[in-house]
């Protein structure tokens, strides 16, 4: 038989080794969820700062894209550029009846162009023995891009509807444009449509059925203005 003193050592033995198991796991759970809070608390700091960046750099994109020169800037400085065949002619702002949207009446003007805030139009003709053409060049500022690319849609389907033309290429301008020809009885018109921006520029080139308008008359002339529209 075992003694009894031998058998309460024993047992003080035991329980002496549990009190110090469960001290242990009592540690252990705790640092384990001290861990797992440390590693979460990063990921709900860091995502606003995201969200903001994301916003802070999509706003400097929209005011970069809002282009502020002057249309009679962009024609004067267009024209200049011109061979010396090009007899020049003055750059006139666009009619009032395109910038008021009512009527002295109050009555809604159709002709009145949603966004706009100015726009010019200047008028060049080339004289080269029986080279005879004339440009005529338009551009519109509006307000925002989504102003002019409503304005660029609507006129472009206004040709597309009224047919009656054959396309021309405008792969090589930079802009978005729609480039077409028409030809009357007496005159060939080639003429370009883009959108740059919130800019909208229109450029026409017409000679008689005499003399032979090329693509590169109507191409070289756009890319010219449209590198001065920025």
């Given at each position: 038989?075992?003694?009894?003193?031998?058998?309460?050592?024993?047992?003080?033995?035991?329980?002496?080794?549990?009190?110090?198991?469960?001290?242990?796991?009592?540690?252990?759970?705790?640092?384990?969820?001290?861990?797992?809070?440390?590693?979460?608390?990063?990921?709900?700091?860091?995502?606003?700062?995201?969200?903001?960046?994301?916003?802070?750099?999509?706003?400097?994109?929209?005011?970069?894209?809002?282009?502020?020169?002057?249309?009679?800037?962009?024609?004067?400085?267009?024209?200049?550029?011109l061979p010396t065949e090009y007899r020049l002619g003055t750059v006139?702002?666009?009619?009032?009846?395109?910038?008021?949207?009512?009527?002295?009446?109050?009555?809604?003007?159709?002709?009145?162009?949603?966004?706009?805030?100015?726009?010019?139009?200047?008028?060049?003709t080339k004289v080269s023995g029986n080279d005879n053409k004339q440009?005529?060049?338009?551009?519109?500022?509006?307000?925002?891009?989504?102003?002019?690319?409503?304005?660029?849609?609507?006129?472009?389907?206004?040709?597309?509807?009224?047919?009656?033309?054959?396309?021309?290429?405008?792969?090589?301008?930079?802009?978005?444009?729609?480039?077409?020809?028409?030809?009357?009885?007496?005159?060939?018109?080639?003429e370009a449509i883009c959108v740059k921006g919130n800019v909208v520029?229109?450029?026409?080139?017409?000679?008689?059925?005499?003399?032979?308008?090329?693509?590169?008359?109507?191409?070289?002339?756009?890319?010219?203005?449209?590198?001065?529209?920025?």
């Amino acid at each position: 038989m075992v003694a009894k003193g031998s058998l309460k050592k024993t047992a003080a033995i035991i329980g002496g080794i549990l009190l110090v198991l469960l001290v242990i796991g009592a540690m252990g759970s705790g640092s384990a969820k001290n861990s797992d809070s440390d590693t979460k608390a990063p990921e709900v700091s860091t995502q606003p700062q995201t969200e903001t960046s994301s916003q802070n750099e999509a706003s400097v994109q929209n005011e970069v894209s809002v282009i502020t020169t002057p249309t009679k800037d962009i024609l004067g400085a267009w024209s200049q550029q011109l061979p010396t065949e090009y007899r020049l002619g003055t750059v006139d702002s666009i009619g009032n009846d395109s910038l008021t949207p009512s009527k002295p009446n109050g009555d809604a003007n159709p002709n009145y162009i949603n966004g706009i805030v100015e726009g010019s139009k200047q008028t060049v003709t080339k004289v080269s023995g029986n080279d005879n053409k004339q440009s005529v060049a338009t551009v519109y500022r509006f307000s925002d891009a989504n102003s002019a690319e409503a304005y660029y849609l609507n006129k472009t389907n206004e040709v597309i509807q009224r047919r009656g033309y054959s396309e021309v290429s405008t792969n090589s301008l930079s802009s978005r444009c729609f480039g077409f020809e028409t030809k009357t009885q007496i005159y060939d018109i080639k003429e370009a449509i883009c959108v740059k921006g919130n800019v909208v520029f229109d450029l026409k080139v017409s000679g008689t059925m005499y003399v032979d308008v090329s693509d590169s008359d109507l191409i070289d002339n756009a890319k010219a203005l449209e590198k001065l529209i920025k």
